[in-house]
């Protein structure tokens, strides 16, 4: 074993002494939060039946997501209290539109412990800050629009 002469030791946690500095005056300024408007509309029931109660107890007219600060990646939280997980994604780009496939796992208000899997189609234009769609869970079905990235 070779000993490195206290000199380089000494380098190093002063070098260490120097970012971990930097980076706790660096909490007070926390990078913005992203945030997308989601809104619903056309909800039904996916058996064709007029009560559509629990549909718009599940998703009202929409709500504000942004990423969980607590959760691990893909996991979003709305400002009503629904935790929205992304489980699979594919899309497809072409001539300027991209198509798009979802499916989430979500949890809602007042009902957090049973998990909910949502399946959206959805297409927009390649650099686009909006998208639209249609989604169903099962038991409800609608259309979906997704507004721009907000930043606050």
């Known amino acids: 074993m070779r000993l490195v002469p206290l000199p380089v030791f000494a380098a190093f946690a002063l070098l260490f ?87 989430f796992v979500m949890t809602f208000p007042g009902n957090g412990e049973e998990e909910i899997e949502v399946t959206q189609f959805v297409t927009g234009l390649i650099g686009g800050e909006s998208y639209s769609g249609v989604f169903t869970d099962g038991t409800c079905t609608g259309k979906v629009s997704v507004g721009p990235l907000e930043y606050k």
């Open 17 to 103: 002494a120097g970012l971990a500095t930097t980076s706790s005056a660096n909490t007070d300024t926390e990078p913005p939060q992203a945030s997308r408007d989601v809104v619903f509309s056309n909800l039904s029931m996916q058996d064709g039946t007029s009560d559509n109660s629990i549909c718009v107890e599940r998703y009202g007219d929409g709500y504000t997501v942004s990423p969980s600060k607590e959760a691990p990646k893909r996991t979003y939280i709305s400002d009503k209290g629904h935790t929205v997980t992304l489980v699979d994604r594919s899309e497809i780009l072409g001539q300027g539109i991209f198509a798009e496939h979802d499916r």
